[in-house]
């Protein structure tokens, strides 16, 4: 681990500690967390030990569209670097209770960002600007035939680079399903989770989604809200 990076890790142990005591509350320290983005913001591939540009084996050597390299984790965070091979793309998919920092350090990608929507204002809230009422309880009751169906609302559409004045934030309660597209050749991303997943007990688990379109559903006008259903993890 190099200096840079070592020094990221550490600021993301400061500045996460007490989202991992209390997942509700962002940072206490807001200064530290604009040291943190700041930090990342200055890596470079040659900081995470590659080479620029950097190209994964061809398809007959490694036949996969995405890989992962593992940095670090403990129990605060995780670190790591994603590869996407141009064209490809991490399905919609979520972070439960996370944060997560993304900072692109080749080519550039798309991140589509949904907020779940739940009466459960515990798991994630729906924003005041929304009304139960009318067509969104319509949509509800559908939801209900359907353990595994809820209903998202867009956050963001933005197109992330090298070029970027700051790290793209994501926080445990807005925005907190996305799906990442690679648009300008091989990307790289270095990427930190507060906490990391927790497969093992299951509170924090890597969940896939896929949009889906309800039978009869062309009468309920719900502007840009959509269906979203679990869907089976594609890699």
């Not at 050597?61 to 994603?82: D, K, R």
Request: a negative charge.
């Amino acid at each position: 681990m190099t200096t840079k990076i070592a020094k990221v890790g550490n600021l993301a142990l400061h500045v996460f500690r007490s989202h991992f005591l209390r997942v509700a509350t962002l940072t206490e320290d807001p200064e530290a967390l604009r040291h943190l983005l700041a930090s990342v913001s200055s890596l470079t591939l040659n900081d995470v030990g590659l080479q620029s540009p950097f190209t994964l084996p061809p398809p007959h050597q490694l036949n996969a569209p995405v890989a992962y390299m593992h940095i670090t984790e403990n129990e605060v965070f995780s670190m790591g670097m994603f590869i996407l091979r141009p064209g490809s793309r991490i399905p919609l998919h979520g972070h439960p209770g996370m944060f997560g920092v993304i900072r692109v350090m080749q080519g550039s990608m798309r991140c589509r960002s949904f907020t779940p929507l739940s009466r459960e204002p515990d798991i994630s809230p729906i924003p005041e600007s929304n009304n139960l009422g009318g067509t969104t309880t319509v949509m509800w009751r559908r939801a209900s035939a359907s353990p595994d169906l809820t209903i998202a609302e867009p956050y963001a559409d933005k197109l992330l680079g090298v070029a970027d004045d700051s790290p793209c934030l994501l926080t445990p309660r807005l925005g907190n399903l996305h799906e990442l597209t690679a648009v300008d050749g091989t990307v790289v991303f270095l990427d930190i989770l507060s906490p990391p997943y927790d497969h093992d007990l299951g509170t924090r688990e890597c969940l896939f989604y896929r949009e889906v379109d309800l039978p009869n559903s062309n009468e309920v006008k719900y502007n840009s809200r959509l269906f979203i259903d679990k869907a089976n993890i594609p890699f």
